[in-house]
């Protein structure tokens, strides 16, 4: 299992943890690994839920919110936002400052919260989406899961 993904690192590259790493190189002591990898689907076993989640980030609230996708199959591309009024934006990935598995929207205009229900539309690698829905401001709650309606 991929524990995360290296900032410093080249395309391609992948970072693990320590216990992962022993597993893939028989103990070698931690360095840069030439080996060939791929995607390859989670077991159903394995899953948490038939269907993809996103859960909302601590500090999450009506003015910023940070996204994390959860029970994926497959790599996440975009994740947006519509308004009730048919404005979308785009959320943006996060990067070393807010964390690199959250994506992110910050107080601006689209929080207007007359324009609920407010729709997630997330597309995975394959081209997929999946979608949910946030009817109020009330359903922004840190540490809390968005179920999404289909499985990426």
């Known amino acids: 299992m991929v524990a995360d993904s290296c900032p410093e690192c080249n395309a391609g590259d992948v970072d693990s943890n320590l ?3 022993n597993s893939v190189t028989g103990n070698e002591s931690p360095s840069r690994f030439d080996a060939s990898w791929e995607f390859v689907e989670c077991p159903s076993a394995f899953r948490p839920n ?3 989640q996103l859960r909302w980030k ?3 609230s009506q003015w910023w919110l940070g996204l994390q996708p959860t029970n994926t199959r497959f790599g996440i591309v975009s994740i947006t936002a519509r308004r009730s009024d048919g404005n979308e934006f785009s959320l943006p990935l996060g990067g070393n400052d807010v964390g690199f598995s959250f994506w992110f929207l910050s107080a601006n205009s689209f929080f207007d919260t007359d324009q609920y229900p407010m729709t997630i539309i997330v597309t995975n690698t394959e081209g997929d989406t999946a979608s949910g829905t946030v009817f109020s401001t009330s ?3 840190a540490n809390t899961y968005l179920d999404l309606d289909a499985l990426l």
Do not use: C, D, H
Request: glycine fraction near 8%; hydrophobic fraction near 40%.
């Open 19 to 21: 216990l992962v790493w």
């Open 50 to 52: 038939p269907k993809s």
């Open 58 to 60: 601590t500090g999450s």
């Open 139 to 141: 359903e922004i709650v």
